[in-house]
């Protein structure tokens, strides 16, 4: 059984960046995709950024720019670069997984973006 484990969320005022990490109980070398969502009160989790194992990097248009997806193989661990940050960020973010059939998600990190 994989396990997510999110870290370096927090409050930050706008403009400011924040980096998160998703740290993985094994290797994810072998997932097909790993990626960031988030969920704001009264909202749906939507897509941040997703990374696939070829490389290939896709973000949220509302985000676009602003934030970078990462991995790091040797260290197992996923990472989301996120600057100039606005209100609109505000949501528990959640770390992703995904190797046929299984998705996998961690426990989520809370990012408040406020002055």
């Known amino acids: 059984q994989v396990q997510l484990v999110e870290s370096g969320g927090g409050l930050v005022q706008p403009g400011g960046s924040l980096r998160l990490s998703c740290a993985a109980s094994?290797?994810?070398?072998?997932?097909?995709?790993m990626g960031w969502y988030r969920q704001a009160p009264g909202n749906q989790r939507e897509l941040v950024a997703r990374?696939?194992?070829?490389?290939?990097?896709n973000y949220a248009d509302s985000v676009r720019g602003r934030f970078t997806i990462s991995r790091d193989n040797a260290n197992n661990t996923l990472y989301l670069q996120m600057n100039s940050l606005k209100p609109e960020d505000t949501a528990v973010y959640y770390c992703?997984?995904?190797?046929?059939?299984?998705?996998?998600w961690g426990q989520g990190t809370q990012v408040t973006v406020s002055s």
């Open positions: 094994g290797s994810i070398f072998s997932f097909n995709v």
């Open positions: 992703n997984a995904w190797r046929p059939p299984n998705n996998y």
């Open positions: 990374s696939t194992s070829g490389g290939t990097t």
